[in-house]
């Protein structure tokens, strides 16, 4: 080890390297990274990297996603930098209830926040259930209209939000901005979500026609937070079907999570 200039004691190198390793993943895009980009950022060897994640997720302060094998911050880093999200922060959570709810329902679920005028995957359970019929869903991009996971999520969003994320989608010149300028139907749509507590889709995302799903949201004091859903191809499951058979699982999924986000709510 070099001595370190003006100080008397020599610099600890491991300490430098998990330093690194934090303020790499804090400065990424985003807030996650996988082994080889932290390598690249660094300039450490990946042996290196991957036994100084190691660590850091033995003390707390990074996990490893299962969807993907990036790592992000944990809560524990707050004490060090703010780099660590509420998106960030309720994925954490929800993390391990998603896998519960696989083994009880088998489809694929995604966990999913708003980001600008879409729904981004946080978490998945596409990678790990044998029904998925598309694997790589780790941080996709949805439309908030034509998804379950979207449509839940404005319906239970804050007025102010809603009125923010639908002026943003009517700007756009896709197919959804057409259907955000129809304030009537949309304002129909949300209150039957609402009505139901729950909302659905059925094949209305053009790139996936064959694909229906429910969705519900994730609550903190009384508003959306994020939204979880469970979705299956339509041949094999009517709505109907979906609701009898699927819902009451995702449901308790969702109360476990916002029981746990009660239990230690985000720091402002």
Not at 48 to 60: A, H, I, S, Y
Not at 186 to 208: F, I, M
Not at 214 to 227: D, K, Q, T
Request: charged share 25%.
């Amino acid at each position: 080890m070099r001595p370190n200039s003006g100080s008397a004691y020599s610099t600890v190198q491991g300490l430098c390297r998990g330093l690194s390793i934090l303020r790499a993943i804090n400065l990424s895009a985003n807030g996650w990274a996988t082994i080889g980009e932290l390598s690249a950022e660094t300039g450490l060897h990946r042996t290196t990297v991957r036994r100084m994640l190691e660590t850091l997720q033995t003390e707390g302060y990074v996990r490893r996603s299962a969807s993907d094998d990036s790592y992000r911050l944990n809560q524990k880093v707050r004490q060090l930098s703010d780099g660590f999200t509420d998106d960030e922060w309720i994925s954490e959570i929800a993390n391990p209830v998603l896998g519960e709810l696989l083994k009880k329902v088998v489809w694929p679920s995604d966990l999913c926040t708003l980001d600008g005028d879409s729904m981004l995957v946080r978490e998945t359970t596409h990678r790990f259930s044998p029904l998925s019929f598309h694997r790589a869903m780790i941080r996709q991009r949805m439309p908030i209209l034509f998804t379950a996971a979207g449509r839940s999520y404005l319906a239970f969003c804050r007025d102010e939000e809603r009125a923010q994320i639908l002026q943003l989608l009517e700007s756009g010149h896709d197919d959804q901005a057409a259907f955000a300028r129809n304030r009537k139907l949309v304002e129909q749509l949300l209150d039957k979500v609402r009505r139901q507590g729950y909302a659905t889709n059925e094949g209305e995302w053009s790139p996936q026609s064959k694909i229906s799903a429910i969705g519900m949201p994730v609550r903190y004091e009384g508003y959306a937070l994020a939204s979880i859903n469970v979705v299956f191809l339509k041949k094999a499951l009517t709505l109907d079907e979906a609701v009898v058979r699927l819902l009451p699982a995702l449901e308790k999924a969702v109360v476990k999570i916002e029981k746990a986000l009660n239990r230690a709510p985000p720091t402002p």
